[in-house]
């Protein structure tokens, strides 16, 4: 008996009519990132293990205990892609196009992390990425946060929060890592086990813990926003004022300190309370010392990543914007003669309405038995070609959905007999009805 092969743990198919979801997401995505002046950047899933552990630092959880890492036959250690900042700061240092330049960029596909599997977490998963280098000021912070709720609005999703921290600059940090290490220090037993192994080496990651009790001793640390130097102050004031001009609401958290050693100043995420304890989904902020710190000349940076599987899961829990995988013309013909001729004028409406989903019938059958099948497809419309119809040089369209999208009852006659010459405008009204644009 053959093996039965499985995908590995983590690893997941995406199959239609999900698929469609998925499509739907990137074509809105990609007219969002486009009309703000985002340009696309393709990067490699490979790069080298010391990229990664130099951006997000030895003592992040990625690098501690999610890559996916392995030595090639030179004996190069490699690692499967976690994010994509350190690939987009690398890529900018080799071809030279962030030195003392604006540059606005997005990237889309699969990253990599050894987490435990659950709903909308999974060991490859794939992000949607935004990045503006080279602007210091609290107004591009303020456009790739308008920029990300422009596209959660264009995607139907509601009743999302966003939730806003500064980290400040280096000394910000530091001082506030000495406070909040003597405050746990005094309650080191009760932490969670993680937890204490963060305290001495990288406190401010405690701040994150998912454990109750550790939560409780939280709540009372010493907070952040406490310990801002004037500069940062001065930036999470504008950044707070810009989102109030746009209408955006967004409340202060200040224990947000996202999973990376890069960040700086802002962070921000989007949360729902629709998706149990996955409730972030697209989170982001400032890393005004990355580019330095993998070898560039100082830079000032700020970018986000959004989960694609969290959103599709959100879409599809919210029922947000309506999307549809099915065909919208079946074309059906009876005879060899009409067989060719269908395949003809197939190849021309497709070449007269480029955005046409159009099925044609293969295999033969009876007129019903082809019916059923485009019935079952879930087309709107039926195209019939017969004998008669090649004669005349018509084809009969014929309506498979009622207008609130059930189906149509009853044969109602063969159809509406169009000249092959009008088909691609009758085709292109019928349909004009139901068009929606992301």
Partial sequence: MANKFQSLRGFNDVLPPDTAVWQRLHACARDVFTAYGY???????????ELFKRSMGETSDVVEKEMFSFQDREGDSLTLRPEFTAGMVR????????????????????????????????????????????????????????????????????????????LGEASTRNAYRAALTAYLEKHES????????????????????????????????????????????????????GLSDLGIAYTVNPFIVRGLDYYTKSVFEWTTDQLGAQGTVLAGGRYDSLVEQLGGSKTPAVGWAAGVERLVLLMQALHAM???????????SLGETAERQARTLAESLRDALPQLHLVLNAGGGSLKAQLGRADKSGARFALILGD???????VLVKSLRLEDGGRESGDRGRGMETAWTELPARIAALLSSSEDHC
């Fill in 91 to 166: 890529a900018g240092l080799e071809h030279g196009f962030l030195h003392h330049q604006q540059q606005r960029l997005w990237s889309a596909g699969p990253v990599f992390r050894h987490e435990r599997p659950q709903a909308g977490r999974y060991r490859q998963f794939h992000q949607l990425n935004v990045e503006a280098y080279g602007l210091a000021g609290p107004d591009i912070d303020v456009e790739v946060i308008a920029l990300s709720a422009r596209l959660l609005k264009r995607l139907g999703l509601q009743g999302l929060t966003l939730e806003l921290n500064s």
């Fill in 39 to 49: 340009r696309e950047i393709i990067l490699p899933l490979l790069e080298s293990t």
């Fill in 388 to 394: 008669a119809e090649v004669t005349r040089q018509t």
């Fill in 322 to 332: 309506p999307f549809e995988s099915n065909p919208q013309v079946y074309f059906c």
């Fill in 190 to 241: 009760s932490l969670d086990e993680d937890s204490r192994r963060r305290l001495h080496r990288n406190p401010l990651r405690v701040l994150d813990s998912k454990v109750p009790r550790t939560q409780e001793i939280v709540r009372a640390a010493p907070q952040l926003p406490e310990y801002l130097d004037a500069e940062s102050r001065a930036h999470f004031d504008g950044v707070q004022q």
